[in-house]
């Protein structure tokens, strides 16, 4: 049975079951989502439906390996870790304010609070007077923090959750797609920064409403 939603008048479109079936050999779940979507909806073009429900479904993937990872070693999560890593990319002395975290993480500056204070039971960060913003104040990686943080970089870098896919991917396939991922990311950072900061500051709730009603 077609479905309601048919158009009467399909219009081409770029998203192709027939090139998805050329790729693959042995369809996973989320080729399955793939076919499932092009046979109910063939009157749309689906390709940036599609790789939205691929980033969603990647990003999951890597940052529930990435969280079993920092609970096992190190007894943090993954979003704490990233505020480290966060710090230890600005360089020394690994310094930065609570409002260039959360811009930089794209959480609130509630979630920041919380991952401060566990990170400082934890001996990872330290608080200090912010000497430029009176009543405010720095966060900084602790020497501790310093060494976990190597830590995780080393086995992130050598043991990545996309290692296995990478190593069936060509040279000049990996620096694609690394370049692909990198622009739609900056574009999509900036159109993020243009919005207002009342709606930003919404922004976690409501997203994750849509990504749980798309990849449904």
Known sequence: MKSAHRSKDPTPHTTDKSDLDEQLLS?????????????EREDLDLQNFLLA???MRLGTLVDRAYDRYCQKEFGINGGDMRLMLAL???GPPYVKRPTDLFRALLVTSGAITKKVDRLVQ?????RSPDPSH???????????GLHVVEKAIEHLAN??????????LSASDRKQGTQFALRMLSALEQSEAEVPEADSAAAPRSARKRTDNLAK
């Open 88 to 90: 230890r990319r600005s």
């Open 122 to 126: 934890a001996r990872f960060v330290e």
């Open 159 to 168: 043991h990545s959750a996309l290692a296995p896919a990478m190593t069936q």
């Open 53 to 55: 429900i691929y980033f």
């Open 27 to 39: 369809p996973g779940l989320s080729e399955l989502i793939t076919m499932q979507w092009l046979r």
């Open 134 to 144: 009176s009543g405010g104040f720095l966060i900084q990686l602790t020497k501790r």
